[in-house]
């Protein structure tokens, strides 16, 4: 097995795969760090017990913002991390379809401040159902460039079409998170209930 650390001498765009695993985790350090600078520490004028729990119980939709994002982001770099274990070279696509990934990674911390601010409206749950189907469906487009392009090591061709129906499935839950946004009863509860929508990647996860 080839050094991904070595040039491929057969990669004419001389692109190196360990290169950009580096540069992804680089970037994924960098938004999962950033994700709490939307959590303000409460500036209260009067400060009492009291008044510090109302500012604690205020900060909920934040806190859970930061949460999901976090986690949201680790299960991505993840994927990612488990696909370039079986990725051998990289070429200039590849390369490509990475950084307009890390485009939309490096979104979300906005993408969840948007949220945790006005988690009640319908507009900042859906750009962020927009920012994670992006991500979903760039990681879902990498993948099957690097199988169909050779890239990969030697895999099975029943294993190649699972990995790529459960990568799909990524994007496919931040579609049934958009659409739920727009059902009426998550408009008469609250617009953050359709980010629980999420919660069914690390379900699907187990079976990859």
Known sequence: MQDKGVPDKENSSGVNAKRIETLVDGIFAIAMTLLVLGIAVPSIANPTEAALYQAIYNLIPNFYSYAISFMLLAIFWRINHLQFNRIQRADATL??????????????????????????????????????????????????????????????????????????????ISILALALTFLPFIKEYGYGWSSLAYLLIPVIKQFQ
């Open 95 to 172: 390369l490509w379809i990475t950084v307009v990934w890390l485009l939309f990674v490096a979104l979300v911390p906005f993408s969840a401040f948007f949220v945790g601010e006005y988690g009640n409206f319908q507009l900042p749950n859906i750009f962020f159902d927009l920012n994670l189907l992006a991500i979903g469906f760039l990681l879902f487009l990498n993948w099957r460039h690097a199988l169909n392009s050779g890239l990969t090591d030697e895999m099975d061709e029943e294993v190649k079409k699972s990995s790529l129906r459960i990568n799909l499935m990524l994007p496919a």
